[in-house]
């Protein structure tokens, strides 16, 4: 029943319901239009981050490194700087639901700030899950779509992680540098047999995304294992990104037969900047995931896209699921003002959107 709640209360998905329901009075779906590749690869995708969160890698790491934390300024480095690898790893819905409770558990029991290193633990997140295929769900619909290689795929996220790092640092040197006592080490154990197998499921998973090997194959491999380590960590997959995913598929088959609509899509895509400038503003209405999807099946610009859409996860607080989910965590965790941490969150945002967006025009122009 958990699973169903879970799956009926998600937002996004009930849009999305609405609008594939819709389109089904215009047309009918193909089959072919139906990317099972990209269904088969997040399915993956969502087991082996849900078998690391049950492992509880992520905890232990951020523990471990922030006993060396002296100042305000280095502990909200640390996690910061985690939140942006682990996010390359474990996706920036992962990393946020797991760190930002984290640290401001640190944050109670020091008076620590709140607002700006939640801010930038978010931030951190959204800017690792961008820089490796399976960070982001769209970044996987991208390289299938495109079928692109990894030297093709990493060689556009580079750049944008060096810009965005960047602006990350930058940011940092809001953070008062004042004292605080040594941080304690928790208890929390790591079993390392069942680590090191989902460490080579995911090696393999990579197989799967880039067409090495059939994408469903990582895909059942990865739930095998979770039934292995715990059959229960099934019921905690993200089933309604899943789903969303496959209305978004049905929905733009069936757009994609109505001559007006395509007319109109198309007229916005006319070259790589249009595409990108499309993608990041989209992104700020109906959020990144959905907007790559739509925009991916009119355009054969899958560097604008990649960069939009990326780009796009800051901003408003529907850019990307991962800032929902800040904002979330720190509605259930924090102690400030949840309308000033929404403000503060939603300005410090838009400013690295615009700078960003800034950078990525530039990237688009001078490095690919």
Not at 115 to 140: C, E, K, Q, S
Not at 176 to 182: E, R
Not at 192 to 201: A, C, D, H, Y
Not at 338 to 358: M, P
Request: hydrophobic fraction near 55%.
């Amino acid at each position: 029943m958990t699973v169903i709640k879970n799956i009926a209360r998600d937002r996004i998905l009930q849009v999305t319901a609405v609008l594939t329901v819709v389109s089904l009075f215009f047309a009918r779906p193909r089959i072919q239009d139906i990317n099972f590749h990209t269904l088969y690869s997040v399915l993956a995708m969502l087991t082996i981050i849900q078998i690391f969160s049950y492992l509880h890698v992520l905890d232990v790491l951020a523990y471990k490194l922030t006993t060396s934390a002296r100042t305000t300024r280095r502990l909200t480095a640390i996690f910061t700087y985690l939140s942006v690898i682990s996010a390359m790893f474990l996706t920036n819905d992962i990393t946020v639901l797991t760190l930002i409770p984290l640290y401001l558990t640190i944050a109670h029991k020091h008076h620590l700030p709140e607002i700006l290193p939640v801010t930038l633990i978010g931030m951190g997140a959204n800017i690792g899950a961008a820089f490796t295929p399976w960070g982001n769900p769209h970044n996987i619909f991208i390289v299938n779509t495109y079928s692109v290689t990894p030297g093709k795929f990493f060689g556009w996220s580079l750049p944008l992680l060096i810009a965005s790092l960047i602006l990350l640092t930058g940011l940092l040197f809001g953070v008062k540098n004042t004292p605080i006592p040594s941080v304690p080490l928790e208890n929390i154990h790591i079993s390392w047999r069942p680590t090191i197998l989902t460490i080579l499921v995911s090696v393999f998973f990579f197989f799967g995304v880039f067409n090495i090997v059939p994408a469903y194959v990582p895909a059942i491999v990865a739930i095998i294992l979770a039934i292995f380590i715990n059959p229960r960590i099934l019921l905690y997959l993200d089933y309604a990104l899943l789903l969303t995913f496959t209305c978004f598929f049905i929905f733009i088959s069936d757009i994609q037969q109505v001559p007006l609509i395509v007319a109109i899509v198309q007229h916005t895509m006319f070259s790589k900047h249009s595409v990108y400038l499309t993608s990041i503003i989209s992104s700020q209405f109906i959020s990144n995931v959905p907007s790559t999807i739509l925009i991916g099946k009119f355009t054969s610009f899958a560097e604008s896209l990649f960069l939009g859409s990326n780009i796009g996860g800051f901003g408003s607080i529907v850019g990307s699921m991962a800032n929902m989910l800040v904002f979330k965590s720190f509605a259930e965790n924090g102690t400030v003002s949840k309308s000033r941490f929404f403000w503060i969150f939603s300005a410090l945002q838009f400013f690295g959107l615009l700078v960003l967006t800034i950078f990525g025009w530039l990237i688009l122009d001078f490095v690919y």
